[in-house]
Structures are given as C-alpha cells and as structure tokens.
C-alpha cells in the first residue's frame, strides 16, 4: 500500500496587539512578466503579492460572509519548499501555482528568491519580532533523497526530524508541541487525526510581533461601539480610538478609503474601507500593483480614527482548495514526489491553514498607479477627517524592506474568534 505524505503548513503572525497564527499550504496561477533587471528575490516578492489575492479571492469563494484571515508567506514558502521533491507534472502544477513561468525562470532562481526571503525574517531587530520557519517529521524508516535533504537545510533552513509514526497519538502529540513551542503557545493542536499511512508531515510557522509606532491608549477605548455585519445585522465590539497624523487616502477608482499605521520597524498595516455595497468590486481588482499605488500614492494627515479591538481565528484545509487553483497532481495518485523518497509513493494526503489574529492597543502580534484617480481630502470638513472601520474591511500586514505580504484579512464580523 502507498504511503502517503501528509502536509501542514503553517504559519503564525503575531503583530503587536495582533496575533496571527497561521499554517500554510497553497497555489494558485497568475501570469508574471519578468524583466531582464528583475532579481531572483523581488519576482519572489512580487508573486507572493499576487498569490496572496488569488488564494484570497479561492477564500471567499470557499467561505463566503465569514472572516478570512491566512498567511501567503507562509503559504508559498510551503509549497515552494515541497517543489523541491517534485517531480514532472507535480513540480510544474506547484510552481506554475505560485505563479512562475517556467518557460523565462529558471527552477534555481526560483529558490534562490526564497532562499533570501527566509534569510531576511531571520535576521534579528530590536523594534519588533519576526521569525519564519519549517520543520519536516518523517517517517524513521522513509529514505529521504540527500539532495532533497540537504537543500531544504540548505535554502529553508528547515528542521528535520526522525519520526515513529507507528504511534500516531504520540508522533501528533510531538508535532503539536513544537508547533506551540515555535508559535510561543497561540497555536495549539494544529495536526489532529495522524493515521497509520502518515509518512511525513511538513510544518511551516510565521511569527510576527510587533508594536504601533502610534499606540492607542487604553483609557479612550470605547467598550461598546455598533458594527455592522452584513447588510442589517449589528454587534457591539470595544472600538480603539485616537486622533493622530497617519499616511490616507481615498481610492476614488476602488471607491475605498485606506489607512496606514506603522509599526516600530519595518512592518506596515493596511486597514481598506470599501464603500457600502463596493467589498466585491475591491476584492476582484486586488493586485500587486493595487498595493504599491497606495503605497505611493498616501499622504499623511491629521485622522480621527476608530478600530475594533478583536480577536478572529481562521482554518482551511487547502487540499480541498488547491486543486481548484491548479495544483492537482501533488494530492492525487499521480503524485510524483520521487526528489523525495524513490522507494515510496508519496501523495499529500491534508494540507492545514490555521491562522489566529489578535489586534488591540498596544500593536500587534500574530501571524503604475494613475495618482490623478487617487484623492486626499485635505480641505474637506474638519481639520482632521473621521474614518471608521464599523463594517467589513480588509487588513493586509507587510514589510517595506522585502515588499511582500505577511498577512492578508477580511473582518466581517470581530465578534466571531
């Protein structure tokens, strides 16, 4: 009988007064124009803008008018990982999904990318903490190829561990521990129902802690605000609150407001306000190039600004959702995972995404735009403009050094962990 290999990635953010927690396991295909000034790292970086949309948009479509919350880092470093024992079909479906025209970038260069991103979340920094990383249990009698071990060492910087999965009890118990261990005890029991067939399992972790540049202040905390869910129904959540210069800007082509709030560091917040009625046109126009515009395109100014306190938890399993976006092959009998082991079959058998976010005062802790379309409104009303995210938004975590998401959100309801 095959065995089977069973895939969790996962990955944890935590941000300040926000804490996310996220496994990781993902595809999904866009198209990709690169230039001959283009570094191995910033194709890398750019993909994982557009992979995290694409994944985003499966998400909604997957769990529509519930909260969404995953890390694509996360995610794509997983897949990007589990390629490198690809072979085939299996390999082209991966890295095809990531995003990567196989036909302009060359497989080296595509884990070269990574192999800098890994390094760079790994570099210390007294503002704020980031830590990234992957652990691979395997079966104690399964032959790993030393190639396929040597470069997930090499280019992941992955820990690899002997593993007797004849107890599945015992061996989902050793996974979990150093899961709540690498996450610092936000995620727990992240594998549940090891079986006899088990022969790997791929772990990958995000954490992110950091603090606002501009904190709120506890005491102006309102501890009971209205938000609006869904078009009628409304609940009561504490609404954070503070008068303060933060870079904004009204997207007139998305009809959105957005909001940037920094934290100590080099991570950067995204709170996006769509207009009543306008969240689907926002979600089907995301891109990388969206991103960078407001990026650009923000201006700083003096907002009065309310945001829900909350705590929200999201789970997938992405081998029902994959597929759908491409990578097929790596989940059914046709897998060829032969970089891996030649004497086994392998196939991954569950692909796990947990995420868990927590933002509240103090920061967080988890887990060619056309300027002319893009409005601040300096004289309009007051001298400060009010935005208040009291209905559904959006929330996207990134790095101004590596620009590349960390985390991507929709609030639908912050009264739902």
């Known amino acids: 009988m095959a065995s089977s290999l069973y895939g969790v990635l996962f990955a944890v953010c935590l941000c300040a007064p926000i804490y996310c927690v996220t496994p990781a396991n993902a595809p999904s295909g866009y198209t990709h124009c690169s230039s001959a000034k283009s570094t191995p790292a910033s194709q890398v970086y750019s993909l994982n803008t557009d992979f995290a949309y694409h994944l985003y948009r499966r998400l909604v479509l997957e769990t529509p008018s519930q909260n969404i919350f995953f890390s694509p880092m996360s995610v794509s470093t997983s897949l990007a990982m589990l390629s490198l024992g690809a072979h085939s079909v299996t390999k082209t479906q991966i890295l095809q ?248 079959s392998l196939q991954v058998s569950k692909a796990t995404h947990k995420a868990v976010l927590d933002v509240s005062e103090g920061g967080t802790e988890a887990a060619a735009a056309t300027a002319t379309k893009f409005i601040v409104r300096a004289k309009d009303g007051p001298s400060y403009f009010t935005v208040s995210f009291n209905r559904t938004f959006l929330m996207i975590i990134t790095n101004k050094a590596i620009d590349s998401i960390f985390f991507l959100g929709k609030v639908e309801n912050p009264t739902k962990p």
């Open 97 to 344: 999904g990531l995003g990567f025209n196989l036909t302009h970038t060359l497989e080296s260069a595509i884990h070269q990318g990574f192999q800098r991103l890994v390094h760079s979340l790994t570099v210390p920094s007294k503002n704020l903490i980031l830590k990234m990383g992957s652990a691979l249990f395997v079966k104690k009698e399964l032959q790993l190829q030393a190639n396929f071990l040597h470069n997930v060492k090499r280019l992941y910087e992955a820990e690899v561990f002997s593993t007797d999965f004849s107890n599945p009890s015992i061996a989902q118990a050793r996974i979990n521990s150093h899961v709540e261990k690498k996450t610092q005890g936000k995620v727990v029991d992240i594998i549940q129902g090891l079986d006899l067939l088990t022969a790997m399992v791929l772990v990958n972790h995000i954490f992110f802690k950091a603090k606002w540049e501009k904190p709120f202040y506890p005491a102006y905390t309102r501890k009971s605000f209205p938000f609006l869910v869904g078009n009628q129904a409304t609940v009561h959540v504490p609404m954070m609150h503070q008068k303060e210069q933060f870079a904004f800007g009204v997207d007139a082509e998305l009809n959105c407001f957005v909001l940037q709030m920094d934290y100590r560091g080099d991570a950067v917040a995204f709170f996006v306000l769509p207009g009543k009625g306008k969240m689907r046109q926002l979600e089907q126009t995301l891109s990388a190039r969206t991103l960078r515009k407001w990026s650009h395109s923000l201006q700083k100014r003096w907002i009065e600004v309310f945001i829900p306190k909350f705590s929200i938890s999201a789970s997938y399993n992405l081998e029902t959702i994959l597929p759908k976006m491409g990578i097929q092959s790596a989940f059914d009998k046709n897998a060829d995972f032969s970089g891996i082991t030649k004497k086994d």
